[in-house]
């Protein structure tokens, strides 16, 4: 069945640092792919998206590609602020599935002074 | 302003006693969806609609019931909670045109069952 895997966290970094979270899926159609952000004590909100091959999202300095041949869509973002401090979720929504969403576990950023 | 709401955002509540989380939303979405999060395991679907009167089994339905009779609610009922149950439980919604449409989250019900 269709499934997203995502790096453990917590992840640590000192602000201004490069941010990576790797994110890679299993599916049985063509999803879409988003990046959902989760600050403290509040419900999701979408970051971004991508909804074919090659696509990239991006949304306040972040950035993710489809990547068709690895199965990836891993979230970057060049210069990483304290108030990017917040839990990120990889998912998928696959119409072979009726368009359900698959999320991931979630990785926990923290950005220190 | 566009938004998914529920009720309550806190509920401490004791083994057995039904209760019922509240569901909202303004945008006229076909697409409505239970979720819980524990740490660890990310988000699980519970229960999903994909408008008025039909509703599926998510990937963790035991012990919940929904029912949709209006397209703007979408209620999760506990009939009799267990400690178990102790969560953090989301609603989302979205529009059924298409796989490429975000899904709007409410802020969450955490719920605690001694």
């Known amino acids: 069945g269709d499934s997203v895997t995502q790096m453990e966290g917590p992840v640590t970094l000192s602000e201004e640092a490069f941010l990576t979270i790797n994110c890679t899926y299993t599916?049985?159609?063509?999803?879409?792919l988003f990046w959902y952000v989760q600050y403290p004590g509040e419900g999701l909100q979408l970051l971004l998206k991508?909804?074919?091959?090659?696509d990239k999202g991006s949304n306040k300095g972040f950035e993710a590609t489809y990547r068709k041949e690895t199965t990836s869509f891993h979230l970057e973002k060049g210069s990483v602020q304290v108030s990017d401090s917040a839990v990120y979720f990889c998912?998928?929504?696959?119409?072979?599935?009726?368009?359900?969403?698959?999320f991931g576990t979630g990785t926990s950023l923290t950005v220190i002074p | 302003e566009a938004q998914v709401t529920q009720n309550p955002r806190y509920l401490i509540t004791v083994t057995g006693k039904k209760l019922t989380v509240t569901c909202s939303q303004n945008?006229?979405?076909?697409?409505m969806s239970w979720y819980r999060q524990d740490p660890g395991l990310g988000l699980r679907q519970i229960y999903y609609?994909?408008?008025?009167?039909?509703?599926d089994k998510g990937d963790v339905p035991e012990g919940y019931k929904v029912s949709r009779k209006e397209k703007r609610n979408f209620p999760l009922i506990l009939e009799s909670p267990s400690p178990n149950q102790t969560s953090l439980y989301f609603c989302?919604?979205?529009?059924?045109?298409?796989?490429?449409?975000?899904?709007?989250f409410g802020p969450g019900t955490r719920l605690t069952v001694l």
């Open positions: 599916a049985t159609g063509y999803p879409s």
């Open positions: 609609s994909m408008n008025v009167e039909v509703t």
């Open positions: 945008m006229n979405h076909e697409y």
């Open positions: 989302a919604s979205r529009s059924s045109g298409g796989v490429t449409n975000e899904q709007f």
């Open positions: 998912a998928l929504s696959d119409p072979y599935t009726g368009n359900q969403f698959y």
């Open positions: 991508a909804t074919k091959a090659d």
